[in-house]
């Protein structure tokens, strides 16, 4: 399997050569060049190896078909080693939980985290231990967190050889179960760096560090960000899974409610659809950042501007542009990379919107490719999250709150719903407070975590201070 890039380069590329690589060199974002069929008899055959063999043997068979360039053997081994009953909590490793007949929860959220993001970052880090051992290299990873992408990172990355995380995070902003679950790590590849800001100020500092090309090249500077080709391929076997579990034969559809924000998780299941997994409807849910809801709605891509973006209770769904949305516009528009090229790289720099409406590829959008979406708000997730309590005796988190509210209003007779879990509630305690009046249990794994020596750094917020920081634990 080859890789190309969404805006044209059809430079034939390996999976271990993008693994690695955030952007392609002309700005877009990496692709295989088709999407592997799944025929009915080989569907049922991964139903049997699931079935029979879970979770771990599933995402091998997923992924062998997307990367040719790892021994099968070490392919093997690497899913065994990442998706096992003492990481993810179960052996069932994505359990579905039925809700109301027709409507079920795929938990993904049992990682060493509690989001949904260890799916795919656990994966990612025994995948660069391994490249980088093969190669024999290092490589320092730079990000800006919000919450969870930051702690997947660290948690997947941390006692890794080859690897060094840096992680900026605005100071005293997130979450204090965030706070603690990050900073608690003594790993001495583990770098917390507080910034005295928000999130932007964390975002603007990784772009100008990135920019720095000499700097980039002599400190072997890469990214974990979701648009890293391997995340979201390691996110396409859990809507495999949530679709066996769903279902007892391969004559059914199902539909998936994805909260969503940079799109990736999504996409996997765009991605899952294209392959032939039988998906009737994959919905969009968003928060009050509704960029995506607005494109599905009217065909119109509006960016939002840093004033324009509000912050939220479910804030892991807080964007102003959707970095993995991309993928899909380059699918829509017959892989015309040229377009998608004139559209993200032209006309949206410049603009900060462009509008398909009167395309006809939108306009069977939904038939085509079976999107839909909707929107949820601080009132809805707050009731959403009471009723589901009371009805069910399930606490459920803000983020997966939207999505449940989103998919309500999309459930067809007869085709089950599934609805992703992207994160447990003790993430967002103060929120569920809010909403039922008592905090969230935790699991035991967390107890008295607040109270653990924490290892960060708090700076003022100014890339060459970070830089100066990363060239002395480097050099040390
Ligand atoms: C990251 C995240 C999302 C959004 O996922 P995308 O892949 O960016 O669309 C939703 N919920 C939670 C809890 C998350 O951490």
Same mark, same amino acid.
């Given at each position: 399997m080859n890789y190309l890039s969404t805006r044209g380069d059809a430079t034939p590329r390996k999976f271990c050569e993008i693994l690695l690589e955030g952007l392609a060199p002309d700005g877009g974002l990496y692709l295989p060049e088709t999407y592997p069929l799944i025929d009915a008899t080989r569907l049922d055959e991964l139903r049997r190896i699931y079935r029979d063999h879970g979770y771990a043997a599933l995402a091998y068979e997923i992924l062998a078909l997307y990367i040719d360039d790892i021994p099968a053997a070490d392919l093997r081994a690497l899913c065994a080693k990442t998706y096992t009953e003492a990481v993810f909590g179960t052996s069932e490793i994505v359990p579905l939980r039925p809700l109301e007949p027709g409507l079920y929860l795929e938990a993904l959220s049992n990682g060493p985290t509690l989001a949904f993001k260890d799916m795919a970052m656990q994966l990612l880090g025994n995948l660069f231990e391994y490249e980088l051992a093969r190669r024999g =290299?290092?490589?320092?990873?730079?990000?800006?967190?919000?919450?969870?992408?930051?702690?997947?990172?660290?948690?997947?990355?941390?006692?890794?050889?080859? /690897?060094? /995380?840096?992680?900026?995070?605005p100071n005293g902003r997130m979450s204090p179960f965030q706070q603690a679950q990050m900073f608690s790590l003594l790993d001495a590849n583990i770098h917390n760096i507080a910034i005295e800001g928000v999130f932007d100020d964390c975002q603007d500092i990784v772009k100008a560090v990135s920019n720095d090309l000499a700097f980039k090249r002599r400190h072997k500077i890469g990214t974990v960000n979701s648009i890293n080709w391997a995340r979201l391929l390691a996110q396409v076997v859990y809507y495999f899974a949530g679709y066996f579990q769903a279902t007892s034969g391969d004559d059914r559809l199902v539909s998936f409610t994805? &909260?969503?924000?940079?799109?990736?998780?999504?996409?996997?299941?765009?991605?899952?659809?294209?392959?032939g997994l039988p998906i009737d409807r994959l919905v969009a849910a968003t928060n009050e950042n509704d960029v995506l809801d607005e494109f599905f709605r009217t065909g119109v891509y509006r960016v939002r501007g840093a004033a324009d973006t509000h912050e939220t209770s479910s804030p892991s769904m807080d964007i102003s542009k959707a970095s993995n949305f991309e993928r899909f516009i380059f699918d829509l528009l017959g892989r015309d990379g040229a377009r998608?090229?004139?559209?993200?790289?032209?006309?949206?720099?410049?603009?900060?919107?462009?509008?398909?409406?009167?395309?006809p590829a939108f306009q069977?959008?939904? =038939?085509?490719?079976?999107?839909e979406s909707g929107k949820s708000t601080h009132v809805d997730r707050l009731a959403t999250i009471r009723d589901t309590d009371a009805r069910f005796?399930?606490?459920?988190?803000?983020?997966?709150?939207?999505?449940?509210?989103?998919?309500?209003?999309?459930?067809?007779?007869?085709? &089950?719903?599934?609805?992703? =879990?992207?994160?447990?509630?003790?993430?967002?305690?103060?929120?569920?407070? =809010?909403?039922?009046?008592?905090? &969230?249990?935790?699991?035991a794994k967390f107890d008295g975590i607040e109270a653990l020596p924490r290892r960060v750094r708090v700076m003022p917020a100014d890339a060459a201070l970070v830089k100066a920081y990363i060239e002395e634990q480097v050099g040390a």
């Open positions: =290299e290092t490589l320092n990873i730079l990000g800006a967190t919000s919450g969870d992408t930051g702690s997947a990172a660290e948690y997947a990355m941390r006692g890794k050889r080859g /690897v060094r /995380v840096f992680m900026t995070s994805v &909260p969503s924000g940079n799109f990736g998780n999504i996409c996997a299941g765009h991605v899952a659809r294209q392959m998608v090229k004139a559209l993200f790289g032209e006309q949206l720099a410049s603009t900060g919107r462009f509008d398909l409406s009167a395309d069977v959008c939904r =038939e085509r490719y079976g999107f005796g399930q606490l459920i988190d803000t983020h997966t709150a939207d999505g449940l509210k989103v998919a309500r209003e999309h459930v067809r007779p007869g085709v &089950p719903m599934i609805v992703l =879990e992207t994160a447990l509630p003790i993430k967002f305690a103060a929120t569920i407070v =809010e909403a039922v009046g008592r905090e &969230p249990g935790r699991p």
